[in-house]
């Protein structure tokens, strides 16, 4: 194929740092969105690959799954770390999760923790995050009348409520706490346990361990909770295999972590920079429902997945060659002009708000029902309390190409 010139602004989506500049981040989108929409990255230690920058490609590409596959890269990694992945798969260890897979294994696996997922099963949880929601803002009028949000608030409420869903003990928090940013925040240095990919699969056993702990004990004595359809899930008469089992836990566990607070954080962030549109949800809390999927459009906690095309084909008149990979920006898809009318303008009654921060297709997001209740039942117990709410300082974002969002959000209130 003839290599393609690279648009500098493209550069930036495979740079951790840009990821905590949002205004960095947002100009080279918006350009390329305009200007390049499907440009060719080649950014070292990343091996390169095809920026996908509008909503409606994102959309195509994910709904043709035969077509653009999530082996055997579905995220964007080092070069370093993708060839330790290939290793790992071909000798059979390692992470793989659901967002590893194509169907038809993917479709199987997926089903067996669907049901915990559905709107049956989260009535019966919505009591429970209900009363961890009341929880953490009692806390937070404890902790007031100033905190950092995410640290205090953010990071544990999302999870308790998936250590709740999983059926974990409440003491194993700080070890689930730990591992999930050291697995998440895996650019940033603040989270980092070290720099090289052996660090990572340190992170990684330090996991499986504990899962495989949890799973003989799920299997010895099933109980009723996610943890044991995990541990006694069966593809094709078969149980499945430790790494699937161990595989399942961690999907589970960290996507349901990081990504949820980024969401709140994110979105109480954007209630305090509109002050406008937080007295409105106030004064009309019916305005929930489409208030929380601007707070989920708004932070776009997860950046990017990637695919890779099983044969060649073309994106918007651009020709992809089979091998090559491609880069959804759900970032830059949740931004797009031709979709949302004033994108970047945080509206808590936006409506239509097609948003693909879940993604879409197949490998939409498992949790995203989850995701929306809890996000709503925090707001819910939050607002009503709140008397007034400003920065204490400068809120900071993650330096990270995958799951992101602030770390810091420095907070002064008062609450009931
Ligand atoms: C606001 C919060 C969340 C966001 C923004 C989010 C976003 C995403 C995205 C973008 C994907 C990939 C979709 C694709 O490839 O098309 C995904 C997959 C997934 N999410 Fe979430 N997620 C969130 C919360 C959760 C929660 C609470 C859970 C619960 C455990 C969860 C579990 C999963 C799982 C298991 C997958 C893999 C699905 C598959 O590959 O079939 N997520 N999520």
């Known amino acids: ?60 590409i994910e ?44 479709r199987k696996v997926r089903a067996i923790g669907a049901d915990w997922f559905r709107p049956k099963a989260m009535r019966a949880l919505k009591i429970r995050v209900d009363e961890l929601a009341k929880r953490y803002v009692d806390r937070m009028r404890d902790v007031g009348p100033e905190c950092d949000f995410v640290t205090e608030i953010a990071v544990n409420f999302p999870l308790y409520v998936i250590m ?7 003491e194993d928090f700080p070890r689930m706490h730990m591992l999930t940013q050291e697995m998440f925040g895996g650019d940033d240095e603040e989270f980092q346990r070290g720099q090289t990919p052996e660090d990572m699969l340190a992170v990684l056993a330090d ?5 495989a702990q949890l799973t003989a004990s799920r299997r010895a004595n099933p109980t009723d909770d996610l943890a044991s359809a995990i541990a006694n899930g069966r593809i094709d008469g078969e149980p499945l295999s430790d790494m699937d089992t161990a595989s ?32 409105r949800l106030g004064k009309d809390m019916s305005l929930m429902p489409t208030a929380v999927e601007e707070m989920i459009r708004w932070s776009t906690p ?11 084909t073309e994106v918007r008149g651009v020709r992809i060659a089979k091998g090559e990979s491609v880069y959804l920006a ?22 239509p708000n097609k948003h693909v921060a879940f993604g879409y297709g197949v490998h939409f997001c498992l949790g995203a029902a989850l995701a929306r209740m809890e996000i709503a039942s925090l707001f819910t117990e939050l607002i009503p309390r709140l008397d007034s709410i400003e920065l204490a300082g400068t809120p900071e974002l993650t330096a990270t190409t995958f799951v992101g ?4 959000l420095p907070i002064r209130y008062s609450i009931r």
């Open 63 to 106: 709904r043709a799954n035969d077509l653009f596959l999530s082996e055997p890269r579905p995220l964007l990694a080092t070069a370093q770390a993708d060839d330790v992945l290939k290793e790992q798969m071909a000798a059979g260890m390692g992470l793989r999760t659901l967002i590893h897979m194509d169907d038809p294994h993917h």
């Open 1 to 60: 194929m003839s290599t393609p010139t690279m648009d500098d602004a493209a550069r930036v989506l495979a740079d951790p740092s840009a990821y905590a500049d949002d205004e960095r981040l947002h100009a080279a989108l918006t350009h390329l969105r305009a200007n390049n929409p499907v440009a060719w990255v080649d950014n070292p230690p990343y091996r390169p690959f095809w920026a996908i920058t509008k909503h409606a490609d994102i959309m195509a």
């Open 207 to 211: 996991f499986f361990n504990y899962f």
């Open 405 to 408: 969002g602030l770390k810091h």
């Open 248 to 279: 399942y836990y961690v999907i589970v566990a960290s996507a349901g972590h990081d990504t949820t607070k980024d969401a709140i954080s994110g979105g109480l962030h954007a209630l305090i920079e509109n002050p406008g549109e937080l007295e």
């Open 164 to 170: 709740s869903l999983l059926g974990l003990p409440e």
């Open 302 to 312: 997860v950046k990017e997945f990637m695919r890779t095309a099983a044969e060649d």
């Open 330 to 351: 759900y970032v830059s898809g949740n931004r797009d002009e031709e979709v949302f009318d004033n994108p970047f303008r945080f509206d808590v009654a936006r409506d």
